[in-house]
């Protein structure tokens, strides 16, 4: 077990954000929430993949939703998660041992942290996404046969709905996003409730030591004066996409069904000048076009980062007139086994003439 301070926390957040694939919440929200509880003196204790225990509980603590544009006035610390693991806990009559990151995303992953700490858990070296995703059923535990019930839902006016059993996967998504869009579009989970034996076998392993690497490599770039992009790329094996203005030619987005969907427009620059190049996503980057051709889907991530510093931008904080980069990083393995493909692919999203495009083939 390790004790994280702020730089550390920070550094995953970033991480975090960077690999979110343009979703998974506003880094800002995660910052504020961890922020709020060290002042409260609570300690962050990061959970080694090895030290999970077998006959322990751990819970997946996140928000379902869609992502707005940055607000100050809606940076505060949420209560809903803890609204939801206090719900499932009395339900089952169990105490969660830990918590686990369900995806990656400044808010989701910040507030989950935050949320071990005020509720004295640990929090466990994983994730079960590798990326941010827009549906519950994307997940390492749908991949690994793992079911997502019981699970609760909670509103920030402390409405607790427990879900004792559900058909799949897919009717829990429509569940929550229907508690989502009566809720300003916005409510707290807690779902997959599991042992650690089988813990072990159903989420990526050592997932935040890993952003923590990527978001140490972007902070102590911009610090020395090096090529923060590089810096990323070089920690996380990826590959650089393009570099580029947004344009307002392509770019639009809306909320629809509790998500956010959009398409982000980019002219290239410098090397990649006279290239056009667009993102379609739904809350998440899913499809990456050069030209009119698709170069990269998902499940493999695309991202996308302030082109001087690295900051990573949400979906639909990248504006017209942001000088971008955009990244590739390749998706867990797990998201290539057949299971995987079969879920999280551009048919999917109704691009029914789009197959998938892996990272290798850049």
């Known amino acids: 077990m390790k004790k994280l301070n702020y730089q550390e926390l920070e550094d995953i957040i970033y991480g975090c954000t960077i690999l ?14 961890v922020k709020d509880a060290l002042s409260k003196g609570k300690t962050f204790n990061l959970l080694g993949f090895n030290e999970i225990k077998d006959e322990e509980y751990y819970i997946n603590p996140y928000f379902c939703g869609s992502i707005s544009p940055e607000s100050e006035e809606e940076i505060i610390m949420n209560p809903e998660l803890i609204y939801a693991i206090n719900g499932l806990e009395e339900y089952m009559k169990v105490s969660f041992d830990g918590v ?3 995806e990656y995303g400044g808010g989701n992953t910040g507030q989950c942290m935050a949320t071990a700490a005020m509720l004295d858990k640990y929090i466990v070296d994983a994730d079960a996404a590798g990326r941010a995703v827009p549906e519950l059923q994307f997940s390492t535990y749908y991949i690994t046969d793992n079911p997502i019930y019981p699970f609760s839902v909670a509103t920030k006016h402390e409405d607790i709905a427990i879900f ?28 997959h409730p599991i042992k650690g034996a089988d813990l072990k076998r159903a989420v990526i392993p ?66 990649y000048k006279n290239r056009d190049y667009r993102i379609w996503y739904r809350n998440e980057n899913m499809i990456f076009w050069e030209n009119e051709e698709v170069k990269l889907t998902c499940p493999d991530l695309i991202c996308i980062v302030n082109l001087e510093d690295g900051y990573p931008i ?31 692919n551009p048919k999917f999203f109704g691009f029914k003439d789009i197959d998938i495009i892996d990272i290798s083939s850049l």
């Open 314 to 344: 949400t979906n639909p904080n990248c504006t017209e007139g942001k000088q971008v980069a955009v990244l590739a990083f390749e998706a867990h393995s797990l998201w290539k086994t057949r299971k995987g493909l079969e879920i999280l």
């Open 100 to 102: 686990v990151s369900i």
């Open 206 to 271: 050592n997932a935040l030591s890993y952003a923590q690497e990527i978001g140490q490599a972007r902070r102590e770039a911009v610090a020395n004066g090096e090529d923060p992009i590089k810096a990323i790329l070089e920690k996380g094996k990826g590959k650089l996409l393009a570099k580029g203005v947004v344009n307002s030619k392509n770019t639009y987005w809306e909320i629809k069904n509790g998500f956010t969907t959009g398409q982000i427009g980019i002219s290239g620059i410098e090397e």
């Open 164 to 191: 004792t059993k559900v058909a799949s996967d897919e009717r829990a998504e429509s569940l929550a996003r229907m508690m989502a869009v009566a809720t300003d579009n916005l409510v707290g989970m807690a779902d």
């Open 20 to 33: 979110s694939t343009g979703g998974g919440g506003d880094l800002k929200e995660g910052i504020t929430a």
